[in-house]
């Protein structure tokens, strides 16, 4: 059968929120078949579990962010992507803070720790949300009008354009898809960074954001270019970092997804809309599982050192 995954051993790394600011220690465990992907909030004085689930996303203003009761957790969606990415089933994220470390602004980091710690087959089969009907979310008019669409597929693909105004972006990709069945994750699309342009860090940190943000941990534009020494590590940089971002917010539905997903300026609010008009839309979907790894859709089956 197509066993579900996890860790070997747990793992650790330190760094700060980019939207806090805060220092915060992370720690990657082995979980029991089953559990799914759970955050604990470790610092306080009862632990806190919050697993992931559509429901359990109570703010998506810039991040994906988790909480249960007042307790919260940002920026979840780029550890999200790579656990997807890797295709691990069970895990629990400790953290001593409020928000996920930023690190380098991408997946990269994540996939690091979770391929240092080595992925364990579990004893138990892999279960998928296989799409069976369309679901789509639409939000404004004309130019501003923005989309996300889940489709039936024999597989996991995604296709995502962009459109930004800005000289920097213009000149790169702005539609690219990515299939995980036959594509490279950790190659193709971990190493794309968040981004953002200097006119809007005075806004976003008079309003509690980006305080940890910088040319480290993000691509940042002034009105004309890229301000990063290095520039940029894919020719198509910002699409690819919008399907890692992708990848993670719809993999908080709890699931590995057997979907095609194709999007319009789409982002943490609308992925998170999509994911909840498919959980009312009990018709568009099944849990679906194999019982012999040649019936599952394309590069499912790889070693998850492959990916």
């Known amino acids: 059968m197509l066993q579900q995954r996890t860790i070997k051993s747990l793992t650790r790394a330190v760094g700060v929120g980019l939207h806090s600011g805060q220092r915060v220690e992370l720690t990657l465990r082995p979980a029991q078949p089953n559990t799914g992907i759970v955050f604990r909030r470790v610092d306080l004085p009862e632990p806190v579990d919050i697993p992931v689930n559509a429901e359990a996303v109570v703010d998506t203003r ?52 979770l391929q240092s710690a080595g992925i364990e087959l579990q004893n ?14 639409r939000q404004g008019e004309g130019a501003a009008q923005k989309w996300a669409r889940l489709d039936p597929y024999h597989g996991y693909k995604l296709r995502f354009e962009i459109d930004f105004s800005h000289p920097a972006v ?35 940190r008079s309003n509690g954001l980006a305080l940890g943000g910088g040319l480290d941990n993000a691509i940042v ?56 008009e498919l959980m009312q839309r009990q018709d568009a979907w099944d849990i679906v599982t194999f019982d012999h790894v040649r019936e599952a859709p394309q590069g499912f089956a790889q070693s998850a050192l492959a990916w």
Not at 124 to 137: D, G, S, W, Y
Not at 184 to 202: C, L, P, Q
Not at 244 to 265: K, T
């Open 221 to 276: 534009m002034d009105d004309y270019k890229v301000l990063n020494s290095d520039g940029l590590r894919y020719d198509d940089e910002f699409v690819k970092h919008k399907i890692l971002d992708a990848i993670g917010d719809l993999y908080i539905v709890g699931y590995p997804l057997l979907a095609a997903y194709s999007a319009f300026r789409s982002g943490h609010g609308l992925n998170n809309l999509l994911l909840r």
């Open 124 to 137: 138990a089969p892999k279960r998928f949300l296989r799409l069976t009907k369309p679901v789509e979310i």
């Open 170 to 204: 213009d000149s790169t990709g702005q539609t690219y898809e990515f299939d995980l069945g036959i594509g490279n994750y950790s190659r193709d699309i971990a190493r794309a960074r968040t981004f953002g342009f200097t006119k809007d860090v005075e806004m976003l």
């Open 62 to 113: 810039m991040a994906s962010t988790l909480g249960k009761g007042d307790v919260r957790i940002h920026t979840v969606e780029h550890v999200m992507s790579a656990c997807a990415g890797l295709g691990i089933d069970n895990l629990y994220i400790d953290v001593t803070a409020e928000e996920i470390p930023i690190l380098d602004g991408s997946s990269a980091s994540f996939v690091f720790l």
